[in-house]
């Protein structure tokens, strides 16, 4: 992929269906030779007894996410061009968008990591805009996860999401994807209803150690298996600053690098790819803020 360009305006960084599916999921309660009675598969949606037995309720994870209120004056105030499309800069992540998609389709990869060689340098702000890019796609499910657990509650501010809870509690099973996991509620910006998104509010001084833990792999496999996704972003710390995607790198195909300009250096740069070497692809990097 090529550099590409999303100019930002001069402000402050931000401180922080279908019954197949349905019947796919329900849970035998025959054995497993015999066929599922229609009137079972109605009731278990329910979870409702039948004849006795108690089936459980049958949780359609995407369908079953709460919402965040959109609110179109926030979005605008916190950067999120690619929802109003106001800001001409908006074009940049449809660019971006449409070649990410072209070089996720010839790897056959899936699942993008989002991060800079230091703070500051507006990856979140890339990200969060290239998932709604991406919401835009009707056949294209998309997950943006927060995973910067260093810097909690920066996308959460951006979207207007009260309270999204801990990533690392979803990581270590705590929480059902359904009960984490959020969509953007009914609006006019033509936000895509595919787009499932991860927030965090809470700090976590062992996330590496989180990130690597086995409990994280059935989580996100969990994850995968109840959404089949498209695209999964990833929103992590920054590279130099810590060492969270060297351990997670296990869960993603490919870097997307943010370059912050008058804050990201050449030294900056090598010693980013340095870290990386030769097992961790880069689809490219992205220059924000830049003239």
Not at 20 to 41: E, K, M, S, T
Not at 113 to 120: H, L, N
Not at 229 to 236: E, F, G, Q, S, T
Not at 272 to 283: C, D, H, K, W
Request: aromatic share 4%; net charge neutral.
């Amino acid at each position: 992929m090529k550099q590409y360009i999303a100019r930002r305006r001069n402000t402050p960084r931000l401180d922080k269906n279908a019954r197949d599916r349905i019947l796919a999921r329900i849970i035998d309660v025959a054995p497993p030779d015999a066929p599922l009675p229609a009137v079972v598969a109605q009731q278990a949606v329910a979870g409702r007894a039948v004849r006795g037995v108690n089936v459980p309720r049958i949780v359609d994870a995407w369908n079953d996410m709460a919402h965040i209120s959109v609110n179109e004056a926030l979005l605008d105030r916190n950067l999120v061009i690619t929802a109003s499309r106001n800001d001409p800069a908006h074009s940049a992540f449809e660019v971006l968008r449409t070649r990410l998609m072209m070089a996720l389709a010839e790897k056959g990869w899936t699942r993008v990591a989002v991060t800079s060689p230091t703070d500051g340098c507006g990856k979140t702000f890339t990200a969060v805009n290239l998932a709604i890019a991406l919401s835009r796609y009707d056949s294209c499910r998309t997950v943006l996860l927060d995973m910067d657990m260093r810097r909690p509650g920066d996308m959460a501010r951006m979207l207007g999401a009260q309270a999204p809870g801990s990533m690392a509690e979803f990581l270590r099973g705590g929480r059902a994807v359904e009960s984490h996991l959020l969509r953007m509620g009914q609006n006019l910006l033509k936000i895509g209803p595919n787009l499932a998104i991860g927030l965090n509010d809470r700090v976590e001084s062992y996330a590496s150690e989180i990130l690597k833990h086995p409990d994280t792999t059935r989580v996100l496999e969990r994850m995968t298996a109840e959404l089949k996704p498209d695209v999964v972003l990833y929103d992590m710390p920054s590279v130099l600053s810590h060492d969270d995607l060297l351990a997670f790198r296990q869960h993603f195909d490919a870097v997307l690098l943010v370059s912050g300009g008058g804050i990201t250096t050449a030294d900056d740069l090598s010693e980013v790819m340095r870290q990386m070497g030769e097992t961790i692809p880069l689809l490219g990097v992205v220059l924000n803020r830049g003239e």
